[in-house]
């Protein structure tokens, strides 16, 4: 079929929008797409034009794409009401097919990758040796390990989470593990581990992402009635942390992976307008897993007894990780990252895991709002007692009055429709000073703003 242009079809619809008979090749496409002959038409741009043309009872003509797993067909399509009849005819014009491009075991990978980031309800990240440096994890039946884990970062993950069938006890190689079957203390459910590998200049793993996936939801956890009912604090003071997020995590992040498997077409053929969709279905989930996650950070760092836990860490290598994480996003915007040279280190005394969330924050801000082929750049200072983290872009910059408020809880300086919650810069700051440090900002309009982040030196 393939350059077959100017060729015409027709067909006829009844008044329940089926296909009651089809020329070729509209007949193949509709058989390919898994409808019937007769039976109701299965081209979503196809069957839209149909209802809206009987409906409203007019004319309506537009362009028709849909592929078909081999081939990717564009046609110009006009439905007419029959006069009559309840039903339509369809005239289809220009029709023309083309090769569809194969999809690179890459890009597979890539996109089950996307797809597990948001199903994963364990994230960790490792360093090269795949030893602990943060983890992040809420279902009620895995947290008893995730809170292991927090105390033994710098352990391999694999002292905590057991691979099945897997005897060998020296550290094995991340290929080996990577989607293994794995089990998890407390947890009745079937997991498998996604490593994920940060690749350095030279292009070997210099650190991985350790996703946790499970197929089956996580147990309903029963409410303590008497507690809420009460009003007491323990159920007050933590109800987004403990009962609201992990609730709708699941169910969330459940849509946004259907979401990201019909927009990148794994589940099969589809129209670009119906993978557009997906994609705004899937951003606005990950807007409300944004929206849960800042909440639930709000929570804790308002918390009265919210504490950090010091230890001796290198800003450089925080500045490569949280760049390792978000590199790709900056690459998606034309936007270099300018990052501490190899061999720079600076020691400070700080929780790991709280300065890669406040730097993760102040890089994600900076790549959102710098324009196109900008810079992006993370500098490092000792200043005697402080060492010094600065992120500086090339973006609008702040006016004086926006930089005194951009600290505010729930400040979005005017913005609308950036799936931003405000909470932040101000999370950022309360992390900061809970580590005897400080998060400020120097900045002016068309100049760029330099968010500085100091901690206690080592």
């Known amino acids: 079929m393939s350059g077959k242009a100017g060729f015409a079809a027709k067909a006829l619809t009844d008044a329940e929008d089926r296909l009651l008979e089809a020329e070729e090749p509209l007949a193949g496409l509709q058989l390919r797409c898994g409808g019937e002959l007769p039976g109701t038409i299965a081209i979503p741009i196809l069957l839209e034009a149909v209802r809206k043309s009987r409906r409203y009872g007019m004319k309506l003509a537009r362009t028709l794409t849909a592929q078909d797993g081999e081939e990717r067909y564009t046609a110009f399509i006009e439905v007419l009401p029959r006069d009559g009849e309840e039903g339509c005819e369809v005239i289809v014009r220009n029709w023309r097919a083309t090769a569809v491009p194969q999809v690179t075991e890459e890009q597979a990978d890539h996109r089950r990758t996307v797809i597990d980031r948001h199903l994963a309800e364990v994230w960790a990240l490792l360093d090269k040796d795949q030893r602990l440096q943060a983890v992040q994890g809420d279902a009620p039946d895995i947290s008893a390990v995730v809170s292991a884990m927090h105390e033994g970062l710098g352990r391999p993950w694999t002292d905590f989470i057991?691979?099945?069938?897997?005897?060998?006890?020296?550290?094995?190689?991340?290929?080996?593990?990577?989607?293994?079957?794995?089990?998890?203390?407390?947890?009745?459910?079937?997991?498998?581990?996604?490593?994920v590998p940060r690749l350095g200049q030279a292009g070997e793993p210099n650190g991985f992402?350790?996703?946790?996936?499970?197929?089956?939801?996580?147990?309903?956890?029963?409410?303590n009635r008497r507690a809420s009912d009460t009003g007491g604090a323990t159920s007050g003071a933590r109800m987004v942390g403990k009962e609201v997020a992990p609730a709708l995590r699941q169910p969330i992040s459940r849509i946004i992976a259907n979401a990201e498997s019909i927009r990148t077409r794994l589940a099969g053929p589809l129209a670009d307008d119906y993978a557009n969709y997906a994609s705004e279905i899937a951003a606005a989930g990950q807007h409300l897993l944004g929206l849960l996650d800042d909440l639930t950070d709000l929570e804790v760092v308002e918390s009265p007894d919210f504490s950090t836990a010091p230890d001796l860490i290198d800003l450089a290598d925080v500045a490569r990780q949280a760049a390792g994480i978000l590199g790709v996003r900056a690459k998606d915007k034309d936007i270099r990252l300018v990052l501490p040279n190899g061999g720079d280190s600076l020691e400070a005394t700080a929780e790991f895991r709280r300065v890669l969330q406040v730097l993760l924050n102040l890089l994600g801000n900076a790549i959102n709002y710098s324009p196109a082929g900008s810079e992006v750049w993370v500098r490092l200072e000792n200043e005697g007692t402080k060492a010094r983290m600065i992120v500086a872009d090339q973006g609008p910059g702040l006016s004086e009055e926006d930089a005194a408020r951009v600290f505010e809880k729930f400040e979005r300086l005017g913005r609308s429709g950036d799936g931003g919650s405000g909470l932040g810069l101000y999370i950022s700051r309360r992390l900061a000073r809970a580590m005897g440090g400080e998060l400020s900002v120097e900045s002016a309009p068309g100049q760029g703003a330099r968010f500085i982040l100091d901690l206690p030196a080592a």
């Open 162 to 195: 057991v691979p099945k069938g897997m005897s060998h006890l020296q550290p094995m190689h991340w290929r080996l593990l990577d989607g293994s079957a794995v089990e998890i203390e407390g947890s009745i459910r079937d997991w498998r581990a996604n490593l």
């Open 209 to 223: 992402e350790l996703l946790l996936v499970s197929d089956q939801p996580p147990p309903e956890v029963r409410r």
